[in-house]
């Protein structure tokens, strides 16, 4: 395995009280002993000055690490010292001129997992923890690189596992009467566990929407009170709100949290027959950026008459789409509101009325449960659960027939390697690549 020595600087960029620069791997701790004379002291903090030449360039605080006894398993070096770039890079500058090379993206977290000090599912959480934008994603994120998650899989890998064992088992006295007990025995343990696969399968969608966030785009008529709205849940003036149709021609948005849940809101331009040719682009934006969020918000205004033929018509041309239905100006409201398809709200952006409901409704209608999200999760951790739980419908509908014993084994063998790759214990290193390109330099 590649232990060759590397560095970088662990901190965000800019200038800061302390800055962290991070070495890991052969050589660490002696190019590290040639700068001070005192001696090192595993895990302890120590004051130290970097020297070259007598020239002090910088003194502060030093942690040692003998490996495996570390974050990567490897000699691993942490100083901490003033978070000036000019004096990082002059430190930098001098471990690269003494056998170091600048780390790649993750490559400290990436030595962590080929060392077995962490697997898949807990290195990819140290980015996800690192980029979470609410405290909701930041706990489920610490409780995947706890090991929340990773725990849950092995469990079920090990119970397939064992299942396929078991089926082997009768394979060997095929030439007698198949023992449908045991048979039967090992369905119910797999039913057992595709159960709790599909389980998993509601709680890792909820983590990887609190993961990547959600989009949600307001659409619909000029003047229908898009950018009021907008501006509410923003909670600043960002969008123009005037009396003149198609004053919006381009999509604003704001980043907002809603039950804990990251959400992109966009307004866009009114869709109507354009005027003019900068109001047909942001027309032609609008029509395009509907096909793109987890959820569309439709408004329509409340009238004397609504016409709902009008609003179902609308609301058909979003077929598919996961929508809320906006009835907003309520003041204006004097019959009852028709029963539509959709989770229909009434709003009034002026005095706040319904906001709340609607600030509730966006997380419940993208599919976000929080009260389902025990862990982090990410779309591919995602797609091989639901492999894995492919494959078991296959070898449960065998197993009640009971027919080929090898096809059987196989299909369990397949869904307990689909399990495996969320932990990395079957993984191809192109995804590897993948996976740590995305990290900072310093994880």
Request: contains cysteine; aromatic residues 4%.
């Amino acid at each position: 395995m590649n232990k060759e020595l590397i560095c970088a600087i662990a901190n965000p960029p800019g200038i800061g009280a302390i800055g962290v620069i991070r070495l890991s791997g052969i050589g660490a701790l002696d190019l590290v002993r040639q700068t001070t004379p005192k001696p090192l002291r595993y895990r302890d903090a120590c004051l130290v000055s970097v020297k070259e030449n007598d020239e002090i360039l910088d003194t502060g605080i030093l942690i040692s690490f003998k490996g495996p006894n570390s974050f990567t398993g490897e000699d691993l070096i942490e100083f901490q010292g003033h978070g000036n770039p000019v004096i990082q890079q002059r430190l930098i500058n001098y471990f690269l001129r003494n056998g170091a090379r600048l780390a790649h993206p993750g490559e400290f977290s990436e030595r962590a997992y080929l060392n077995n000090k962490i697997d898949l599912a807990q290195a990819e959480a140290i980015a996800d923890l690192i980029t979470s934008k609410s405290e909701a994603a930041a706990a489920a994120a610490l409780k995947s690189l706890r090991g929340d998650f990773s725990d849950k899989v092995k469990d079920l890998s090990y119970r397939l596992v064992t299942a396929r064992v078991n089926v082997e088992v009768q394979m060997d006295f095929v030439e007698e009467d198949v023992d449908h007990l045991a048979i039967s025995s090992i369905q119910r343990g797999v039913e057992e566990v595709s159960q709790q696969i599909k389980t998993v399968i509601k709680k890792a969608n909820n983590g990887d929407l609190l993961n990547r966030g959600i989009e949600a785009v307001l659409t619909g008529e000029p003047n229908t009170g898009k950018s009021s709205i907008f501006n509410a849940l923003a909670m600043e003036d960002r969008a123009i709100v005037t009396e003149i149709p198609g004053t919006t021609t381009d999509a604003l948005t704001a980043d907002l949290v809603l039950g804990g849940l990251p959400v992109r809101l966009s307004d866009t331009a009114g869709i109507r027959e354009a005027t003019n040719q900068i109001e047909a682009l942001g027309i032609e934006k609008a029509l395009k950026k509907i096909q793109e969020p987890n959820v569309v918000v439709l408004l329509v205004i409340a009238a004397d008459q609504l016409d709902s033929a009008d609003v179902s018509a609308r609301l058909n041309t979003l077929a598919g789409r996961k929508v809320i239905l906006i009835i907003n100006k309520v003041d204006l409201e004097k019959n009852d509101i028709p029963q539509f398809p959709v989770c229909t709200i009434k709003t009034n952006a002026l005095t706040g009325k319904g906001l709340n409901i609607l600030m509730e409704a966006l997380p419940k209608v993208a599919g976000y449960d929080a009260h389902s999200t025990e862990f982090m999760a990410r779309a591919r951790h995602v797609d091989c659960l639901r492999r894995a739980e492919r494959y078991l419908k296959v070898s449960l509908e065998e197993l009640k027939g009971e027919q080929n014993l090898e096809l059987i084994a196989e299909d369990l063998r397949y869904a307990s390697e689909s399990l495996g790759e969320i932990t990395g214990k079957y993984t191809a290193d192109d995804l590897l690549g993948e996976i740590f390109s995305a990290f900072c330099i310093g994880k």
